[in-house]
């Protein structure tokens, strides 16, 4: 069975205690308890993720491009939080690697602050959802599972 990595950028961790009224009162646990269920039922393992460190990311973003090679990695579904608007390096990481990332985002970027509305990613993204809260993380799973097939 094929996994999915679903990574967790900057302050995500704080889910749940974080402006509550924009991004929910689900933990980061809640998420990734909901996104193990999804994959279960979709057939596909997941590995969750979260680091407030850019290259922590980068690292995994690198070591889920070996394994879609080697056919043990079905792709990422990432919410890189802040890094989405400032990394070019987590740009240049999903590009060189290779790996299908879904973009998620729990808010509607483009409804917010004008620096918000900016994705470095979205470029090299196979897929974006945002605005759905936290569902969305679901919704990206499924994406990529009927894009790149089942694990």
């Avoid at 980061?28 to 979260?50: I, K, P």
């Avoid at 070996?66 to 579904?77: A, E, F, H, I, Q």
Wanted: charged share 15%; aromatic share 4%.
């Amino acid at each position: 069975m094929r996994k999915v990595i679903v990574l967790n950028g900057p302050n995500l961790n704080l889910l749940g205690q974080r402006e509550p009224a924009l991004y929910g009162s689900a933990t980061l646990v809640d998420v990734e308890a909901m996104c193990q269920a999804a994959g279960a039922r979709l057939g596909v393992a997941v590995e969750c993720l979260q680091s407030n460190h850019e290259g922590v990311l980068i690292d995994a973003i690198h070591e889920a491009g070996r394994g879609v090679k080697d056919g043990s990695v079905l792709g990422v579904v990432f919410n890189a939080g802040a890094y989405t608007h400032t990394s070019v390096a987590l740009h240049d990481a999903i590009k060189g690697a290779g790996v299908p990332v879904i973009e998620v985002h729990i808010s509607n970027v483009h409804a917010r602050e004008a620096f918000r509305q900016h994705s470095h990613l979205s470029p090299v993204a196979a897929g974006i959802v945002v605005g759905f809260g936290i569902e969305g993380y679901v919704l990206a799973l499924e994406g990529l599972v009927r894009k790149f097939g089942p694990g």
